[in-house]
């Protein structure tokens, strides 16, 4: 993987001028989609239109999503809530599941890591709901602080949460057949030192600076460049990913 996305910081399309923040998409040289924000970030150095291949991430909040149109706009994956804690279920996944395939749009499921439920009942659950499809993307862990939960401020030391992660994720992968993609944000990344972590492709969060400023020295298969995206198909905000390699690179990666 190192190879690629090493690659993937130096060759870039050329960016073109500015884009109506309020457009769901438009287009940069050589055809890169430029999507639309709601709130948009005044990006120095690279820039996430420098990249090929882009994606959205979606949950039940993004309500119907005409999945024909999402791929007419310009996305190229998506990766779908499915599941949370052990005993949440997104209502939606199923429908987001099934309707990304309809339309040809690769996707996957992440499941959103709760810390009063142990690692083997998350991934018990998580199995529980999603189908083991091999032309599926690999499973994701979501794994971040949730300052907002009311049921359950436990918040681990690093070792801890390191080991828990382990056991999530060689547990899913067994299931799969897939290593699965470890999501994660700027202050969980550090507080828990996930540099630490080897063999694992990183999906990485970061609004206002490309990875390699925030996350110095760590390789990543994704990075989630806002919160506030524009995308066709969908009425309200989502967020936007981009793939670090090339569209060649893209189709050897998602299509194995």
């Known amino acids: 993987m190192r190879g690629f996305l090493l690659v993937g910081l130096f060759c870039f ?11 769901p998409a438009s ?5 890169v989609p430029r999507f639309g924000d709601a709130d948009p970030h005044d990006w120095e150095g690279v820039k996430p239109w420098q990249y090929s291949v882009h994606g959205i991430d979606v949950s039940k909040y993004q309500g119907d999503i ?8 310009g996305i190229s994956f998506a990766f779908i809530k499915a599941t949370e804690g052990g005993d949440y279920a997104d209502e939606r996944f199923a429908e987001n599941w099934a309707g990304a395939a309809a339309a040809g749009v690769p996707r996957g499921a992440y499941h959103f890591y709760y810390f009063c439920r142990t690692a083997a009942e ?3 659950w998580f199995m529980q709901h999603v189908p083991a499809d091999r032309r599926a993307l690999p499973p994701v862990l979501d794994i971040e602080w ?7 401020p436990y918040r681990p030391d690093a070792e801890t949460v390191r080991s828990e992660m382990y056991d999530y994720l060689q547990t899913v992968a067994r299931y799969y057949g897939k290593r699965p993609i ?9 507080e828990n030192e996930l540099w630490r972590i080897r063999d694992y492709h990183f999906w990485l ?6 990875p390699s400023e925030v996350y110095s020295g760590q390789d990543w298969a994704f990075w989630q460049y806002t919160g506030t995206g524009l995308v066709s198909g969908i009425s309200g905000l989502t967020d936007i990913n981009v793939f670090a390699g090339s569209p060649a690179q893209w189709a050897q990666w998602a299509y194995n």
């Open 13 to 23: 399309l050329a960016s073109c001028g500015g884009s109506d923040p309020e457009a």
């Open 27 to 31: 287009r940069a040289a050589g055809g």
């Open 66 to 73: 005409d999945w024909w149109a999402a791929r007419s706009g």
């Open 122 to 124: 998350q991934a018990d």
């Open 146 to 152: 949730n300052h907002k939960s009311r049921t359950c």
């Open 182 to 190: 470890i999501y994660t944000t700027v202050d969980f990344y550090r």
């Open 205 to 210: 969060r970061s609004v206002a600076g490309h």
